[in-house]
């Protein structure tokens, strides 16, 4: 199994406050991504790295920063939760970002916002 | 843009026999690859198999084979030999190789499999 460990595994907070979900990886890829899974929706893709302190948008970014100061590393941060953002927040890894390498996930968070 | 459909909210499936799981795909891209991944009820997300668009043969991985019809735009999963173990929510997802999207993993909204005794 990809080396990916999601902290934490389970959040509940209220709406307005800050949140930052970490995602680790020990397989010193380069390719980081922060994906949500909704009901009906599959996932989609929020944000995602190509490398130390490189991120980009991805599909569904609005009320999402990211910052990856680590290669290992790659938070993302919710600055002012809304009910919205209730979601499965899943980060994947991968070697390369363009071309038909898989991505590998971590475990999720479930992320509750009251 | 690229899309993935899945039209089989949920099967069912008896233990030992095999199943298909359809998904068919839209692009622009000449060049793109096909995946499925496994989210069991635990809910992590397991990657199964994968067959890039210029794959002359069809993808097969242990029980997992890759139904590929490029012009018909389908990517079928199939599972032979049903375990128990194998009832879990199924995504069919595309990546392209240029663009904008070529960073992204498009899924499809799945297809729930229950394996029967």
């Known amino acids: 199994d990809a080396g990916i460990t999601q902290s934490p595994r389970h959040k509940v907070t209220e709406t307005g406050t800050p949140v930052t979900l970490r995602c680790h990886q020990t397989e010193n890829h380069r390719y980081m991504y922060w994906y949500r899974q909704d009901p009906g929706h599959g996932l989609r893709l929020i944000h995602y790295s190509y490398g130390v302190k490189d991120t980009d948008k991805g599909e569904v970014s609005d009320g999402y920063s990211v910052s990856r100061s680590k290669t290992e590393d790659f938070l993302l941060t919710l600055e002012s939760a809304t009910s919205s953002q209730t979601s499965v927040y899943f980060c994947a890894i991968s070697e390369k970002g363009q071309g038909h390498q898989p991505q590998h996930f971590g475990d999720g968070t479930r992320l509750s916002i009251l | ?117």
Request: charged share 15%.
């Open chain 2, 1 to 117: 843009a690229q899309k993935i459909t899945q039209t089989q909210p949920g099967m069912f499936v008896q233990e030992k026999e095999a199943v298909t799981l359809d998904c068919t795909y839209d692009t622009s891209d000449p060049s793109y690859g096909l995946f499925w991944y496994k989210q069991p009820s635990s809910g992590e997300m397991i990657f199964l198999i994968y067959q890039g668009s210029y794959d002359q043969q069809n993808a097969t991985e242990g029980r997992y084979s890759l139904n590929f019809q490029k012009a018909r735009k389908s990517a079928n999963l199939v599972i032979s030999a049903s375990q128990l173990g194998d009832s879990a929510m199924y995504f069919c997802a595309m990546k392209g190789d240029s663009g904008a999207g070529s960073y992204q993993l498009t899924f499809g909204k799945g297809t729930k499999l229950s394996v029967i005794p």
